[in-house]
């Protein structure tokens, strides 16, 4: 999610042992993202007077926010990986769904958006886009009325907790998807502070004639032609290991090559977004969910392995979390098939009801 933003698991701090001589890597605990906190603070069931005292440790909310939140969380107004954070000019635009929201940025520095006002009555076949349902000043108004209306507990969460990423200041900001998505594989398995590191030295590579403080300019990141045209030894120099400069290098390739493009980003469907990059190297399922979630700001992603996620549904289907916490394995809150089933009725607003 960098002026990272993007944006939901805790971050993982590299850690190792050594074992007869041998460094091995110690499995990182399990995290539960922010995304589920008020849910999870909402709706556990409330335990018996005579067990308070031996489970007060236990059901404490983790207060560490996921790599994708923590911008979220600590920015005004930056919903996305930007430079600036100020508030956005806002404009209204046709906005839908299942299809992205944010208006992206080529590395030509154009701009580009899934509906322009011409083209809202044109056939799909002819946008390649179907035709909006709303627009970007009522879809977030929109998505918490029917949130609401499929399960009224869910109002006093919404009231108290104002979903930036889907308002229309947050489907405002200019997102770079070629920065956003090695932003994330730069944060993969380190701590914030030392992905800010990562970054800083990698941006300062492509902009050694220029001195931020100088002038008034200020470092801009690399294109995809930039990143494809250095070795790999060179991207080591900022920080990154050997297997994610090549992660970096392999997905600049692609959007040098137009295998990945802005354009293909905005018209692609869910599933053509996951298809598509899911297949880069260096990018896994729950990756990809939250670039689709928090860069591209489409509403419907629903992350059933986000053990954040997980828990939240747990907590609303009045489940004990506290109890099941410390049952261990990937769907020790909730199945798949019971998340994807229960939650089939907040579509197609899943990604917003996740914020909750």
């Given at each position: 999610?960098?002026k ?6 805790t971050?993982?701090?590299?850690k190792s ?6 460094t ?19 709706f ?22 996921t ?36 208006p ?8 580009v ?20 349902s ?18 009224p ?46 970054k ?13 403080n ?6 801009t ?36 090559s ?28 729950w ?5 689709a ?8 992603v629903?992350?059933?392995g ?30 798949e ?18 914020m909750?």
């Amino acid at each position: 999610m960098i002026k990272s933003q993007t944006p939901v698991k805790t971050a993982k701090q590299e850690k190792s042992k050594v074992i007869n001589g041998v460094t091995k890597a110690r499995r990182p605990a399990p995290v539960v993202s922010a995304a589920a906190v008020a849910l999870s603070t909402e709706f556990t069931p409330s335990t018996p007077k005579r067990k308070q005292d031996e489970t007060a440790a236990s059901s404490l909310t983790p207060s560490t926010p996921t790599p994708s939140m923590v911008g979220i969380l600590s920015i005004p107004y930056s919903t996305g990986d930007i430079d600036d954070a100020a508030p956005p000019s806002l404009a209204d635009r046709p906005a839908e769904p299942h299809r992205t929201n944010a208006p992206l940025k080529t590395p030509g520095g154009s701009r580009v958006v899934a509906y322009s006002n011409e083209s809202v009555n044109s056939s799909p076949s002819k946008t390649g886009v179907p035709r909006p349902s709303t627009t970007t000043c009522h879809i977030l108004e929109e998505a918490c009325n029917h949130l609401i209306k499929t399960d009224p507990r869910l109002k006093s969460v919404i009231d108290k907790h104002h979903c930036r990423i889907f308002s229309p200041e947050g489907l405002s900001e200019d997102i770079d998807p070629f920065r956003s998505l090695c932003s994330g594989i730069m944060a993969q398995q380190v701590s914030g502070a030392a992905a800010k590191s990562i970054k800083n030295k990698f941006v300062a590579l492509f902009n050694q004639e220029i001195r931020s403080n100088e002038a008034g300019q200020a470092c801009t990141f690399p294109t995809p032609s930039q990143v494809a045209a250095c070795d790999l030894a060179t991207l080591r120099t900022a920080g990154l290991s050997g297997r994610k400069a090549e992660y970096i290098k392999g997905l600049a390739e692609k959007f040098t090559s137009g295998e990945l493009s802005a354009n293909m980003l905005i018209t692609a469907s869910d599933e053509e977004v996951m298809e598509k990059l899911i297949a880069v190297r260096g990018l896994g399922r729950w990756s990809v969910e939250m670039f689709a979630c928090f860069a591209l700001k489409r509403l419907d992603v629903f992350s059933t392995g986000d053990l954040g996620v997980q828990r939240g549904m747990a907590a609303l289907m009045g489940r004990d979390v506290n109890k099941l916490k410390a049952k261990g394995g990937k769907w020790k809150y909730m199945s798949e098939k019971d998340m994807l089933e229960h939650s089939e009725k907040f579509a197609p607003y899943r990604g917003h009801s996740k914020m909750r």
